[in-house]
Protein backbone atom coordinates (compact mmCIF):
# COMPACT_ATOMS: atom_id res chain seq x y z
CA UNK A 1 0.00 0.00 0.00
CA UNK A 2 1.08 3.28 -0.90
CA UNK A 3 -0.45 6.78 0.09
CA UNK A 4 -1.13 9.23 -2.84
CA UNK A 5 -2.83 12.87 -3.12
CA UNK A 6 -3.09 13.16 0.73
CA UNK A 7 -5.12 16.62 1.24
CA UNK A 8 -5.94 16.22 5.00
CA UNK A 9 -6.11 19.88 5.60
CA UNK A 10 -8.70 21.07 2.87
CA UNK A 11 -11.06 17.59 3.84
CA UNK A 12 -10.73 18.55 7.44
CA UNK A 13 -12.12 21.60 6.70
CA UNK A 14 -14.52 20.72 4.16
CA UNK A 15 -15.45 18.21 6.53
CA UNK A 16 -16.38 21.01 9.51
CA UNK A 17 -18.52 22.49 6.55
CA UNK A 18 -20.42 20.10 6.32
CA UNK A 19 -20.68 19.67 10.06
CA UNK A 20 -21.62 23.34 10.07
CA UNK A 21 -24.39 22.93 7.27
CA UNK A 22 -26.03 20.05 9.47
CA UNK A 23 -26.24 21.41 12.33
CA UNK A 24 -27.67 25.00 11.22
CA UNK A 25 -30.29 22.45 9.01
CA UNK A 26 -31.03 20.78 12.19
CA UNK A 27 -30.83 24.05 15.46
CA UNK A 28 -32.72 25.82 12.38
CA UNK A 29 -35.56 23.49 10.41
CA UNK A 30 -35.36 20.48 13.27
CA UNK A 31 -34.31 18.44 10.17
CA UNK A 32 -31.44 15.76 9.36
CA UNK A 33 -29.62 17.02 6.68
CA UNK A 34 -29.43 13.53 4.88
CA UNK A 35 -29.31 14.08 1.22
CA UNK A 36 -30.46 10.76 -0.42
CA UNK A 37 -34.20 10.90 1.74
CA UNK A 38 -34.32 15.14 1.01
CA UNK A 39 -33.64 14.09 -2.83
CA UNK A 40 -36.04 11.26 -2.60
CA UNK A 41 -38.72 13.48 -0.86
CA UNK A 42 -38.04 16.28 -3.19
CA UNK A 43 -39.59 13.98 -6.08
CA UNK A 44 -42.23 12.25 -4.10
CA UNK A 45 -43.60 13.97 -1.21
CA UNK A 46 -45.33 17.35 -1.08
CA UNK A 47 -44.45 17.81 2.45
CA UNK A 48 -41.76 20.69 2.89
CA UNK A 49 -40.96 20.74 -0.70
CA UNK A 50 -39.62 23.77 -0.98
CA UNK A 51 -37.24 23.69 2.14
CA UNK A 52 -36.19 20.50 0.07
CA UNK A 53 -35.79 22.02 -3.31
CA UNK A 54 -33.62 25.10 -1.48
CA UNK A 55 -31.58 22.81 -0.24
CA UNK A 56 -30.86 21.29 -3.45
CA UNK A 57 -30.44 24.27 -5.07
CA UNK A 58 -27.77 25.37 -2.56
CA UNK A 59 -25.54 22.44 -2.53
CA UNK A 60 -25.79 22.98 -6.44
CA UNK A 61 -24.43 26.20 -5.94
CA UNK A 62 -21.46 25.27 -3.95
CA UNK A 63 -18.94 24.08 -6.57
CA UNK A 64 -20.23 27.05 -8.68
CA UNK A 65 -19.16 29.45 -5.86
CA UNK A 66 -15.75 27.82 -5.20
CA UNK A 67 -14.68 27.91 -9.07
CA UNK A 68 -16.08 31.41 -9.09
CA UNK A 69 -13.87 32.65 -6.15
CA UNK A 70 -10.69 30.32 -6.96
CA UNK A 71 -11.04 30.98 -10.82
CA UNK A 72 -9.62 27.23 -11.29
CA UNK A 73 -12.28 24.28 -12.48
CA UNK A 74 -13.37 21.76 -9.50
CA UNK A 75 -11.21 18.38 -10.70
CA UNK A 76 -14.20 16.20 -11.65
CA UNK A 77 -12.64 12.57 -13.24
CA UNK A 78 -15.57 10.19 -13.30
CA UNK A 79 -15.64 6.57 -15.31
CA UNK A 80 -17.76 6.64 -18.61
CA UNK A 81 -19.14 3.45 -19.28
CA UNK A 82 -22.80 3.69 -19.52
CA UNK A 83 -23.42 -0.01 -17.98
CA UNK A 84 -21.60 1.29 -15.09
CA UNK A 85 -23.19 4.07 -14.54
CA UNK A 86 -26.42 2.98 -14.88
CA UNK A 87 -25.16 0.31 -12.70
CA UNK A 88 -24.27 2.70 -10.19
CA UNK A 89 -26.88 4.61 -9.82
CA UNK A 90 -29.73 2.23 -9.64
CA UNK A 91 -27.62 0.56 -6.50
CA UNK A 92 -27.49 3.91 -5.04
CA UNK A 93 -30.85 4.59 -5.00
CA UNK A 94 -31.99 1.45 -4.28
CA UNK A 95 -29.91 0.82 -1.50
CA UNK A 96 -30.50 4.02 -0.29
CA UNK A 97 -33.92 3.75 -0.24
CA UNK A 98 -34.55 0.51 1.21
CA UNK A 99 -31.51 1.61 3.83
CA UNK A 100 -32.95 4.67 4.44
CA UNK A 101 -29.72 6.91 4.46
CA UNK A 102 -26.68 7.50 2.69
CA UNK A 103 -22.77 9.25 3.77
CA UNK A 104 -24.66 12.21 4.62
CA UNK A 105 -28.03 10.96 7.19
CA UNK A 106 -26.14 7.44 8.21
CA UNK A 107 -22.37 9.05 7.99
CA UNK A 108 -22.27 11.94 9.31
CA UNK A 109 -25.64 12.43 11.36
CA UNK A 110 -26.35 9.29 11.88
CA UNK A 111 -22.84 8.71 13.87
CA UNK A 112 -22.99 12.11 15.26
CA UNK A 113 -26.03 11.25 17.01
CA UNK A 114 -24.64 7.67 18.19
CA UNK A 115 -27.12 5.83 16.64
CA UNK A 116 -26.09 1.93 16.37
CA UNK A 117 -28.19 1.67 13.46
CA UNK A 118 -26.33 4.10 11.57
CA UNK A 119 -22.78 3.35 12.65
CA UNK A 120 -24.15 -0.57 11.20
CA UNK A 121 -25.23 1.27 8.21
CA UNK A 122 -21.68 3.17 7.67
CA UNK A 123 -19.83 -0.35 8.04
CA UNK A 124 -21.58 -1.98 5.44
CA UNK A 125 -21.58 0.50 2.63
CA UNK A 126 -17.85 1.66 3.51
CA UNK A 127 -16.81 -2.08 3.83
CA UNK A 128 -19.29 -3.05 0.29
CA UNK A 129 -17.82 0.11 -1.71
CA UNK A 130 -13.86 -0.80 -0.37
CA UNK A 131 -14.79 -4.81 -1.78
CA UNK A 132 -16.07 -2.95 -4.98
CA UNK A 133 -12.95 -1.45 -5.50
CA UNK A 134 -10.79 -4.09 -4.64
CA UNK A 135 -12.49 -6.67 -7.05
CA UNK A 136 -13.25 -4.27 -10.09
CA UNK A 137 -9.39 -3.09 -10.31
CA UNK A 138 -8.54 -7.11 -10.77
CA UNK A 139 -10.85 -7.62 -13.52
CA UNK B 1 -36.68 32.44 7.30
CA UNK B 2 -36.57 28.53 7.30
CA UNK B 3 -36.54 28.87 4.00
CA UNK B 4 -33.53 30.72 4.01
CA UNK B 5 -32.02 28.34 6.64
CA UNK B 6 -32.58 25.26 4.14
CA UNK B 7 -30.85 27.46 1.29
CA UNK B 8 -27.61 28.52 3.42
CA UNK B 9 -27.54 25.17 4.98
CA UNK B 10 -27.18 23.19 1.40
CA UNK B 11 -25.36 25.92 0.18
CA UNK B 12 -22.74 25.18 3.02
CA UNK B 13 -23.01 21.45 2.81
CA UNK B 14 -21.86 22.17 -1.39
CA UNK B 15 -19.39 24.32 -0.12
CA UNK B 16 -17.93 21.53 2.05
CA UNK B 17 -18.76 18.79 -0.40
CA UNK B 18 -16.32 20.55 -3.35
CA UNK B 19 -13.58 21.91 -0.68
CA UNK B 20 -13.36 18.29 0.92
CA UNK B 21 -12.59 16.71 -1.95
CA UNK B 22 -15.66 14.51 -2.00
CA UNK B 23 -17.30 15.81 -5.28
CA UNK B 24 -14.53 14.14 -7.30
CA UNK B 25 -15.47 10.33 -8.02
CA UNK B 26 -11.50 9.79 -9.17
CA UNK B 27 -10.61 10.98 -5.26
CA UNK B 28 -13.35 9.11 -3.77
CA UNK B 29 -11.93 5.79 -5.43
CA UNK B 30 -8.77 6.36 -4.15
CA UNK B 31 -9.64 6.96 -0.75
CA UNK B 32 -12.06 3.35 -1.07
CA UNK B 33 -8.36 1.47 -2.49
CA UNK B 34 -6.94 1.25 0.47
CA UNK B 35 -5.16 -2.02 -0.83
CA UNK B 36 -3.38 -0.52 -3.47
CA UNK B 37 -2.50 3.44 -3.85
CA UNK B 38 -4.03 5.00 -0.98
CA UNK B 39 -4.91 8.64 -0.70
CA UNK B 40 -7.13 8.64 2.97
CA UNK B 41 -8.26 12.17 2.67
CA UNK B 42 -11.96 11.62 2.84
CA UNK B 43 -11.02 9.88 6.25
CA UNK B 44 -11.43 13.74 7.60
CA UNK B 45 -13.89 14.58 6.05
CA UNK B 46 -16.06 12.61 8.21
CA UNK B 47 -14.29 13.25 11.37
CA UNK B 48 -14.30 17.23 10.71
CA UNK B 49 -18.28 16.54 10.26
CA UNK B 50 -18.58 14.73 13.24
CA UNK B 51 -16.31 16.77 15.36
CA UNK B 52 -18.91 19.84 14.80
CA UNK B 53 -22.27 18.38 14.43
CA UNK B 54 -22.11 15.49 17.39
CA UNK B 55 -22.06 18.30 20.49
CA UNK B 56 -24.90 20.04 18.61
CA UNK B 57 -27.20 17.04 18.19
CA UNK B 58 -26.10 16.51 22.35
CA UNK B 59 -27.06 20.06 23.35
CA UNK B 60 -30.58 20.08 21.22
CA UNK B 61 -31.38 16.78 23.01
CA UNK B 62 -32.43 19.25 25.97
CA UNK B 63 -34.15 21.81 23.28
CA UNK B 64 -37.96 21.86 22.74
CA UNK B 65 -37.81 23.31 19.36
CA UNK B 66 -35.52 24.16 16.55
CA UNK B 67 -35.34 28.16 15.95
CA UNK B 68 -37.53 28.49 12.62
CA UNK B 69 -40.10 24.80 12.95
CA UNK B 70 -41.91 23.64 15.09
CA UNK B 71 -40.17 20.57 16.75
CA UNK B 72 -37.14 18.46 16.08
CA UNK B 73 -37.80 15.46 14.00
CA UNK B 74 -35.40 12.83 15.10
CA UNK B 75 -35.00 10.03 13.35
CA UNK B 76 -37.21 7.15 15.09
CA UNK B 77 -35.88 3.70 13.33
CA UNK B 78 -33.92 2.16 15.74
CA UNK B 79 -34.41 -1.56 14.82
CA UNK B 80 -31.07 -3.01 12.79
CA UNK B 81 -33.22 -4.71 10.21
CA UNK B 82 -32.63 -6.69 6.77
CA UNK B 83 -33.99 -4.02 5.19
CA UNK B 84 -31.02 -1.63 6.59
CA UNK B 85 -28.24 -4.33 5.86
CA UNK B 86 -29.23 -5.17 2.29
CA UNK B 87 -29.67 -1.08 1.14
CA UNK B 88 -26.49 -0.34 2.89
CA UNK B 89 -24.76 -3.12 1.16
CA UNK B 90 -26.18 -1.99 -2.32
CA UNK B 91 -25.55 1.58 -1.70
CA UNK B 92 -22.10 0.47 -1.07
CA UNK B 93 -21.47 -1.29 -4.20
CA UNK B 94 -23.03 1.49 -5.80
CA UNK B 95 -20.47 4.17 -4.37
CA UNK B 96 -17.45 1.72 -5.16
CA UNK B 97 -18.44 1.43 -8.70
CA UNK B 98 -18.32 4.90 -10.34
CA UNK B 99 -16.95 6.87 -6.77
CA UNK B 100 -20.55 9.14 -6.64
CA UNK B 101 -22.32 9.16 -3.49
CA UNK B 102 -25.95 11.48 -3.21
CA UNK B 103 -24.28 14.08 -1.64
CA UNK B 104 -21.60 14.97 -4.42
CA UNK B 105 -23.73 13.54 -7.22
CA UNK B 106 -26.59 17.05 -6.73
CA UNK B 107 -23.30 18.74 -6.16
CA UNK B 108 -21.54 17.65 -9.72
CA UNK B 109 -25.05 18.85 -11.24
CA UNK B 110 -23.20 22.37 -11.72
CA UNK B 111 -20.58 20.80 -13.17
CA UNK B 112 -22.77 19.73 -16.40
CA UNK B 113 -20.88 16.25 -16.79
CA UNK B 114 -22.83 13.91 -18.95
CA UNK B 115 -21.91 10.60 -17.43
CA UNK B 116 -23.03 12.27 -13.96
CA UNK B 117 -26.25 13.27 -15.07
CA UNK B 118 -26.47 9.37 -16.67
CA UNK B 119 -25.51 8.37 -12.92
CA UNK B 120 -28.50 10.57 -11.06
CA UNK B 121 -31.16 9.40 -13.66
CA UNK B 122 -30.38 6.09 -12.46
CA UNK B 123 -30.78 7.03 -8.80
CA UNK B 124 -33.64 8.99 -9.25
CA UNK B 125 -34.84 5.54 -11.12
CA UNK B 126 -33.97 3.80 -8.32
CA UNK B 127 -35.82 5.98 -5.74
CA UNK B 128 -38.86 5.77 -8.27
CA UNK B 129 -38.66 1.85 -7.85
CA UNK B 130 -38.67 1.69 -4.81
CA UNK B 131 -41.53 3.89 -4.51
CA UNK B 132 -43.19 1.85 -6.78
CA UNK B 133 -42.86 -1.16 -4.98
CA UNK B 134 -43.87 0.32 -1.49
CA UNK B 135 -47.17 1.50 -3.43
CA UNK B 136 -48.14 -2.08 -4.84
CA UNK B 137 -47.13 -4.01 -2.05
Not at chain 1, 10 to 28: E, N, P, R, T
Not at chain 1, 37 to 65: A, E, Y
Not at chain 1, 76 to 89: H, K, P, Q
Not at chain 2, 85 to 102: D, Q, R, Y
Request: aromatic residues 10%.
Amino acid sequence: MTIINFTPISSFLGGLLIGLAVVIFFLGNGRIAGISGITNNLLFSKTNRLDNLLFILGIILGPILIQFFTGTPIPFVIETSLVMLVSAGLLVGVGTAIGGGCTSGHGVCGISRFSSRSLVATLLFMGAAILTVLFKGMI
Amino acid sequence: MNRFCSLVSGLVFGLGLTLSGMTNPEKVINFLNIFRAWDPSLAFVMIGAILISAPFFYLAKNKNKPLFAETFSWPTLKEIDSKLILGSLMFGIGWGLIGLCPGPAIASISLLSQPSFTFILSMLAGFSLIRAYNLIK
